[in-house]
């Protein structure tokens, strides 16, 4: 059974940093992509990055430049490393999985970790 789960969460002063990782399991098919979104309170789930199969990362405007995405295959573990966070950063961080069996598309969220950013 698939399972995606986030950690590394917390509560960091403004200026720290952060690393998430996101760990899948039970997941036998192709990977084609991880994603990290994240959503603050009253406010729609955004992408914050994403990294696919062949490592081509992309990132949200908001983040470029502070944010970068990074995967360790040996652990199926994929990385958020936070720099220069701000409180407009405080959010919920998910991450989703997407695989496939070339036939059909697939993905899969994890339950989100905490990150708290004080001015």
């Not at 995606?4 to 952060?18: F, M, N």
């Not at 309170?41 to 081509?56: C, D």
Request: proline content about 2%.
């Amino acid at each position: 059974q698939a399972q995606v789960v986030e950690s590394g969460g917390g509560l960091v002063q403004a200026g720290g940093s952060l690393r998430l990782s996101c760990v899948a399991s039970g997941i036998s098919l192709n990977i084609t992509a991880i994603g990290w979104y994240r959503q603050a309170p009253g406010k729609e789930r955004v992408l914050v990055g994403s990294i696919t199969e062949s490592g081509t990362t992309n990132y949200g405007d908001a983040v470029k430049g502070r944010f970068s995405i990074s995967r360790d295959n040996t652990k199926n573990t994929v990385y958020l490393q936070m720099n220069s966070l701000k409180p407009e950063d405080t959010a919920v961080y998910y991450c989703l999985v997407q695989y496939t069996d070339y036939v059909h598309e697939y993905d899969h969220w994890g339950q989100g970790t905490q990150v708290t950013v004080s001015s």
